[in-house]
């Protein structure tokens, strides 16, 4: 034990934020209300079986369970690894597969912070003209994303994609707590709209995707607007932090159309 003892604190705030009432979070965790009690307040030191109890029905992303384990005074339950480091190479070679064989459709895995970890390069030929220099590497997926001086002049449906993406973010920082994704969220929406963009209240349809799901609309370089529907892939069960932070973005065809010019971008020799 490290000989910490402040947990009473960040259990209530996790509490609040779940929006649980002691008696709840309590009988779920198969302890009395006037144990948990204690606990948050101090009077009581849980054990480590409790706080890992705790964790779980409080749906802790692996990141806050090793915190909530160090408030209470007790060692990490969960390692964290670099992705490119040992141990985590057949997870590695397992997102570059996936992301491989996408093609010819994009795909990219990015970590908690958006920052890129691997990508097919299936946008790439769609980001000529951009100053990528303006962006630092490794690159942050969502600031070349919405930053007027990076993709969001090209994104036929901005206003629309913006509010997807903002909205996806400020769960994250719900589920997780972390600042740096609070700070993240408060630097993307104060961005300049581009001029491209037009008015916040333009209609953005969603006939492009049949209406299921918000498209991602780009334009190209000559002019033509691709669609894209997206999905998100996270791995099962991970008992690993960093393995646990990790998210596969992958972009399908929303339109006949789109298919054709990504097929055919395929074919074309590399330059």
Same mark, same amino acid.
């Given at each position: 034990?490290?000989?910490?003892?402040?947990? +009473?604190?960040?259990?209530?705030?996790?509490?609040?934020?779940?929006?649980?009432?002691?008696?709840?979070?309590?009988?779920?965790?198969?302890?009395?209300?006037?144990?948990?009690?204690?606990?948050?307040?101090?009077?009581?030191?849980?054990?480590?079986?409790?706080?890992?109890?705790?964790?779980?029905?409080?749906?802790? %992303?692996?990141?806050?369970?090793?915190?909530?384990?160090?408030?209470?005074?007790? &060692?990490?339950?969960?390692?964290?690894?670099?992705?490119?480091?040992? +141990?985590?190479?057949?997870?590695?070679?397992?997102?570059?597969?996936?992301?491989?064989?996408?093609?010819?459709? %994009?795909?990219?895995?990015?970590?908690?912070?958006?920052?890129?970890?691997?990508?097919?390069?299936?946008?790439?030929?769609?980001?000529?003209?951009?100053?990528?220099?303006?962006?630092?590497?490794?690159?942050?997926?969502?600031?070349?994303?919405?930053?007027?001086?990076?993709?969001?002049?090209?994104?036929?449906?901005?206003?629309?994609?913006?509010?997807?993406?903002?909205?996806?973010?400020?769960?994250?920082?719900?589920?997780?707590?972390?600042?740096?994704?609070?700070?993240?969220?408060?630097?993307?929406?104060?961005?300049?709209?581009? &001029?491209?963009?037009?008015?916040?209240?333009?209609?953005?349809?969603?006939?492009?995707?049949?209406?299921?799901?918000?498209?991602?609309?780009?334009?190209? %370089?000559?002019?033509?607007?691709?669609?894209?529907?997206?999905?998100?892939?996270?791995?099962?069960?991970?008992?690993?932090?960093?393995?646990?932070?990790?998210?596969?973005?992958?972009?399908? %065809?929303?339109?006949?159309?789109?298919?054709?010019?990504?097929?055919?971008?395929?074919?074309?020799?590399?330059?």
């Amino acid at each position: 034990m490290t000989g910490r003892n402040d947990i +009473g604190p960040r259990l209530r705030e996790w509490r609040a934020r779940r929006k649980l009432t002691q008696a709840e979070l309590a009988g779920d965790s198969r302890i009395s209300t006037r144990h948990l009690s204690f606990v948050e307040t101090g009077r009581s030191r849980p054990s480590r079986e409790l706080v890992l109890r705790l964790a779980e029905r409080l749906e802790l %992303p692996l990141r806050e369970r090793n915190s909530l384990l160090f408030a209470a005074g007790f &060692a990490a339950e969960y390692p964290e690894k670099p992705l490119s480091g040992p +141990g985590l190479e057949a997870m590695r070679r397992a997102i570059d597969a996936i992301i491989k064989g996408h093609e010819p459709y %994009p795909a990219f895995a990015v970590d908690r912070f958006w920052t890129l970890v691997a990508s097919n390069g299936g946008f790439h030929p769609y980001m000529e003209g951009i100053d990528r220099s303006l962006f630092p590497m490794p690159l942050n997926v969502l600031r070349f994303t919405l930053d007027p001086r990076g993709l969001a002049p090209r994104i036929a449906n901005y206003w629309q994609w913006r509010s997807h993406m903002l909205s996806k973010l400020a769960r994250q920082v719900l589920v997780s707590n972390d600042s740096a994704l609070a700070k993240l969220h408060r630097e993307l929406a104060a961005y300049a709209p581009p &001029a491209e963009a037009g008015r916040p209240d333009a209609a953005d349809q969603l006939e492009a995707s049949g209406g299921f799901a918000v498209p991602f609309q780009l334009r190209t %370089p000559s002019g033509e607007v691709l669609s894209f529907f997206s999905t998100t892939t996270v791995f099962g069960t991970p008992i690993e932090v960093t393995l646990s932070e990790v998210s596969l973005e992958c972009f399908y %065809p929303a339109d006949p159309a789109t298919a054709a010019i990504l097929h055919t971008q395929r074919a074309l020799p590399a330059r």
